[in-house]
């Protein structure tokens, strides 16, 4: 696969210019001009470059790239990162929040799909732009079961903090640092919202509000999105996809 016409895909697909974002999204390091194997990863680290150079990829589609809203000094973990790329030709492809927000494989459209739940509208504003969605059970479900659920789907520990309902009806999804849509929710009459990490602060305005919080670490509920995005890859285009799996426990 000619490395630019998969990046004009991906551009495409995840409406890349769309959304105004810290990361620099798209192809933030240049590589080989053919690609037979993509490795998808939440993070760019050393491991993840290192992991992915010996399972023979000729790219990378990450979730959190290496370039937040352009270069600084190329030193330090900064250098080493770059060099470990350029030196086996892997091209780096980022998708921040075009992959939270994307509308069939985002990762926040992945976490309702895991409580069976199809999402009903946009939802977790953003720079003027929704990165979340939000949908609603059938019927209404205790609060532990819905945080047993997400725990058993994604293999991780999820924290619950019943401060508003926990007969649970409506839930809304941002992943990762998803914690700035704590108001909105309690505004939009969410019963729940599930997002990846939460500070001292987010607990002071939870419990205040008073709002339903599942957080289920901004890792694990950023692995879907690649996931997703990977297996749209596999099905569409003639290259081999795999996954590096690096958990933060975060």
């Given at each position: 696969?000619?490395?630019?016409?998969?990046?004009?895909?991906?551009?495409?697909?995840?409406?890349?210019?769309?959304?105004?974002?810290?990361?620099?999204n798209g192809l933030q390091v240049e590589g080989k001009a053919e690609v037979e194997r993509v490795a998808f990863a939440v993070d760019t680290t050393l491991r993840t470059i290192e992991r992915?150079?010996?399972?023979?990829?000729?790219?990378?589609?990450?979730?959190?790239?290496?370039?937040?809203?352009?270069?600084?000094?190329?030193?330090?973990?900064?250098?080493?990162?770059?060099?470990?790329?350029?030196?086996s030709g892997i091209n780096l492809y980022a998708a921040h929040l075009p992959l939270d927000a994307h509308p069939e494989v985002g990762n926040n459209v992945e976490l309702l799909r895991l409580l069976g739940i199809e999402p009903r509208g946009p939802f977790g504003e953003y720079r003027g732009l929704s990165v979340g969605f939000y949908g609603e059970f059938t019927e209404p479900q205790p609060i532990e079961k819905v945080a047993q659920t997400i725990a058993e789907k994604l293999g991780t520990t999820v924290k619950t903090y019943g401060f508003g309902a926990r007969e649970i009806k409506t839930v809304g999804a941002v992943s990762g640092a998803g914690a700035f849509?704590?108001?909105?929710?309690?505004?939009?009459?969410?019963?729940?919202?599930?997002?990846?990490?939460?500070?001292?602060?987010?607990?002071?305005?939870?419990i205040d509000l008073p709002q339903s919080v599942l957080v289920a670490g901004h890792y694990k509920t950023e692995t879907l999105g690649v996931r997703a995005l990977m297996q749209v890859l596999r099905e569409k285009f003639d290259v081999e996809v795999l996954f590096i799996d690096e958990p933060t426990g975060l």
């Amino acid at each position: 696969m000619n490395r630019d016409e998969l990046v004009a895909f991906l551009d495409e697909y995840l409406q890349i210019s769309a959304y105004p974002d810290k990361s620099s999204n798209g192809l933030q390091v240049e590589g080989k001009a053919e690609v037979e194997r993509v490795a998808f990863a939440v993070d760019t680290t050393l491991r993840t470059i290192e992991r992915a150079a010996k399972a023979g990829a000729d790219m990378m589609v990450v979730h959190h790239g290496m370039i937040w809203g352009g270069l600084g000094y190329i030193t330090g973990i900064h250098y080493r990162r770059l060099k470990a790329l350029m030196e086996s030709g892997i091209n780096l492809y980022a998708a921040h929040l075009p992959l939270d927000a994307h509308p069939e494989v985002g990762n926040n459209v992945e976490l309702l799909r895991l409580l069976g739940i199809e999402p009903r509208g946009p939802f977790g504003e953003y720079r003027g732009l929704s990165v979340g969605f939000y949908g609603e059970f059938t019927e209404p479900q205790p609060i532990e079961k819905v945080a047993q659920t997400i725990a058993e789907k994604l293999g991780t520990t999820v924290k619950t903090y019943g401060f508003g309902a926990r007969e649970i009806k409506t839930v809304g999804a941002v992943s990762g640092a998803g914690a700035f849509a704590l108001e909105e929710a309690h505004r939009k009459g969410i019963d729940l919202l599930i997002t990846g990490e939460f500070t001292h602060a987010d607990y002071l305005t939870a419990i205040d509000l008073p709002q339903s919080v599942l957080v289920a670490g901004h890792y694990k509920t950023e692995t879907l999105g690649v996931r997703a995005l990977m297996q749209v890859l596999r099905e569409k285009f003639d290259v081999e996809v795999l996954f590096i799996d690096e958990p933060t426990g975060l």
